[in-house]
């Protein structure tokens, strides 16, 4: 296409002010690279470093600029050198003008900034040194693409998850973690002193070749003891082999456990996401629903879930009811008692779908979502939590979803529209993602993935030119579209649904730092002793296409609840909850006298944080 120029014409239009820096080092290092920026201006920390690399054969400004907004003034600025203890301080600065600032004439060595201190004892510490854990999940190199080359995201890299319980009877918590295929599943005993030990299980090691996505402790066959359930999940097995198959692995009321083999019989297996237990039919068991997270090979096809009945000895009977069939790509449930009637109503989130609430009457499930207010909650949620975060006895729920750091935009009004269909007609179905551009649908998909999947496309995109602006009804015609299953999410952000009390629900979105990558972990508890509900979350997501980059700038967050239903994040450094690698799940686990939480990662170690109070 033909070069261009845009003229940037912000300040006139929004009236917005800057400071822009013009930094001169010392040495060899003339561009003053690695310095550090520090501003402070109403109430407001803005930080900047020096490192004008962006580009491909290219530059962005060696001036760093750093917007204030509204704010005509700011009231501190600091510049870290990058020589050891050479900084500048500057206070009183006006806005709109650019700071000539030499290295060579810093002399300040010391400060004592209070907001650039950590909090002097921050709420948690990582110990997971001293918790002994030798353990780290290993992701197998298997890539969605090779089999579904127009697949955005890798659905083979979604575990691990943890269960917590006491397994053996020593009063102590234990949990399992989920392994990857090749990998099984490990159950680690807590020692007395607050120490964790892998125990060794015949069945788990011998079901390696299953790829775990979820698991969940509770009392199948009525024992008094936790039996363990490990859902099978992910892209890579062949549809309906028996390494989709979930497994139940009963207790013997010290830990070991045995797989039961007949405990579901004539299952089917499916691609699972979640698992989660609760009495549904009030007959004193503990039932299950599984949600299905996808059909391998055919990832776009809306799936459903299932109830597995518990006769009471850990036998269950398998049921789909309507009100569980074709619902989206399900990727996490909670049962709650929504409507005060003593009975746990289900609800449901995953891919392309709103979140879900089911009614739960004598174990008769009924879909009330769109009259709780939630039928324009299309999304590509990932996981719900329970909590009471304004205090009036409703359960709230907090919601976690792809986030609004990525190249993916998306509105109720303009949604992410995806189009599943074979539309070459060659027995394997494609996957165009759309979004909305000027009105248009126009595709994310590059011209030579398209005609490279799709050859007959080829001669009427012979240049990238006639490719450009195409929108999904130019590509593809009417009778073609027809035929497709088209998928849309309008909302994108990760967020809390408020109850109101009538059967109804507000989406309201969590602040802007919990929306820097798509939100995976999710643990809610009063962590600060307050008396209010907090949040702990975590994500981070590697498996997109390189056109789409690594969605990892979550460093782990912990909301502060208010008790009015919302949040102040508190930043890493504060509160000492910092994560990194790609989080898959957070659960609160009680380690010696001491509240904590086990972080699962994908392809990692999982780490340990130990409340301080």
């Known amino acids: ?44 920390t803005f930080y900047q ?36 203890g050479k900084m500048t301080l500057l206070t009183g600065v006006s806005a709109n003008q650019t700071l000539k ?57 979604e575990g691990p998850r943890v269960a917590t319980g006491d397994v053996n009877g020593d009063n102590r918590e234990d949990f399992f973690i989920c392994g990857a295929k090749g990998q099984p599943g490990a159950v680690f005993f807590q020692t007395p002193e607050g120490k964790f030990r892998q125990s060794t299980q015949a069945d788990l090691n011998a079901d390696a070749k299953c790829e775990d996505v979820d698991a969940v402790f509770f009392d199948a066959d009525g024992d008094k003891d936790l039996d363990l359930y ?6 890579e097995a062949e549809p309906s082999s028996p390494e989709l198959a979930d497994r139940l692995y009963l207790n013997d009321g010290n830990g070991n456990f045995q797989r039961a083999r007949d405990a579901v019989p004539g299952q089917k297996p499916f691609a699972t996401g979640c698992v989660r237990p609760a009495d549904l039919d009030g007959d004193g068991d503990l039932d299950l629903f599984a949600g299905m997270r996808l059909l391998p090979g055919k990832v776009g096809s809306p799936v459903g879930g299932f109830l597995l009945i518990n006769d009471g000895k850990g036998y269950f009977t398998m049921e789909q009811p309507d009100a569980l069939k ?25 891919e392309w779908m709103p979140v879900k609430v089911l009614r739960n009457d004598k174990g008769v499930l009924t879909d009330l979502s769109d009259r709780a207010g939630l039928e324009k909650t299309n999304g590509l949620w990932k996981r719900i939590a329970p909590g009471d975060f304004n205090n009036d006895g409703l359960p709230d729920f907090i919601v976690g979803n792809m986030g609004l750091n990525s190249r993916l935009e998306a509105s109720p009004e303009q949604p992410l529209t995806l189009f599943f269909n074979d539309f070459d007609k060659n027995g394997t179905p494609e996957h165009i993602l759309c979004r909305y551009n000027g009105g248009l649908l126009l595709p ?23 490719y450009a602006n195409q929108s999904i009804t130019d590509i593809f015609s009417a009778e073609q579209l027809a035929d497709a299953v ?88 504060d509160s000492g909850f910092h994560l990194d690698g790609e989080v898959r799940d957070i659960r609160s686990i009680r380690i010696g006298q001491k509240n904590a939480v086990i972080v699962a990662r994908n392809n990692a170690q999982p780490l340990v944080f130990s409340a301080r109070k």
Do not use: C
């Open 49 to 84: 470093e020096q490192m004008p690399m962006r580009g491909f054969q290219s530059s962005m400004d060696p001036r760093p600029n750093i917007g204030l907004g509204a704010l005509s003034k700011v009231d501190t600025v600091l510049v870290v050198w990058p020589a050891p």
């Open 101 to 157: 600032l030499s290295q060579a004439d810093a002399t300040l060595k010391t400060f004592d900034i209070p907001w650039l201190k950590p909090a002097a004892a921050p709420l948690f510490q990582n110990t997971t040194a001293s918790a002994g854990i030798n353990w780290r999940h290993e992701e197998d190199a298997f890539y969605d693409w090779d089999r579904d080359r127009l697949l955005y995201f890798l659905y083979s890299t």
């Open 326 to 350: 074709k619902l989206g790509l399900i990727t996490d449930a909670v049962w709650s008692d929504i409507d005060g009637d003593k009975d746990p109503d289900l609800l449901i989130t995953g």
């Open 1 to 44: 296409m033909e070069a261009f120029v845009y003229r940037n014409e912000s300040v006139e239009s929004l009236k917005n002010n800057y400071v822009k820096f013009e930094l001169k080092g010392e040495g060899a290092n003339t561009a003053a690279l690695g310095a550090k920026i520090f501003l402070r201006a109403g109430g407001q």
């Open 230 to 235: 490990v859902a099978s999940g992910s892209n």
């Open 486 to 573: 088209v998928l849309k999410a309008g909302v994108l952000a990760s967020g809390v649904l408020m109850n109101q009390g009538n059967g109804r629900f507000v989406f309201i979105p969590l602040p802007s730092e919990a929306q820097f990558a798509p939100m995976y972990g999710i643990q809610v508890g009063d962590f600060d002793g307050d008396g209010m509900q907090d949040v702990l979350t975590g994500g981070n997501f590697l498996g997109a296409k390189p056109e789409f980059g690594y969605m990892d700038a979550d460093y782990g967050l912990f909301l502060k609840g208010n008790g009015k239903g919302g949040f102040k994040p508190v930043r890493s450094r």
């Open 444 to 466: 994310y998909i590059l011209r030579g993935d398209l005609v490279g999947e799709i050859p007959s496309l080829k001669k009427k995109y012979l240049k990238y030119k006639r």
